[in-house]
């Protein structure tokens, strides 16, 4: 089983930047996704959700109106689109299964000036 993000870096605030998330390994359609971010020092956060058939997201309240989580279930592929960046964005961005079972990614790291 693997969870690979990739499509972080640095980037200014006010930009975008688009995370995926590659899953292998698993029946990846019976599985809800979900993007955690994590700064250093703080506690793993819930940033966003999709449900197994991408029919249903959710979003914390501190990135609602700006990411945009969606998947593609025939690419085994879980994206985060990120607009509007704030500094406060900056952390480990990382990729979470779950379903019969949760998987871990190991993270993408966002930063910014």
């Known amino acids: 089983v693997q969870l690979v993000e990739s499509g972080g870096g640095l980037v200014q605030p006010g930009g975008s930047l688009r995370l995926s998330c590659a899953a292998s390994?698993?029946?990846?359609?019976?599985?809800?996704m979900r993007w955690y971010r994590q700064a250093p020092g703080e506690e793993r956060e819930l940033v966003a959700s999709i449900t197994s058939n991408g029919g249903s997201t959710g979003y914390a309240d501190s990135v609602k109106g700006r990411f945009t989580i969606s998947r593609d279930n025939a690419k085994n592929t879980v994206y985060l689109q990120m607009n509007s960046l704030k500094p406060e964005d900056t952390a480990v961005y990382i990729c979470n299964a779950i379903g019969q079972y949760v998987y871990w990614g190991q993270g993408t790291q966002v930063k910014m000036p």
């Open positions: 390994g698993f029946t990846f359609s019976s599985y809800g």
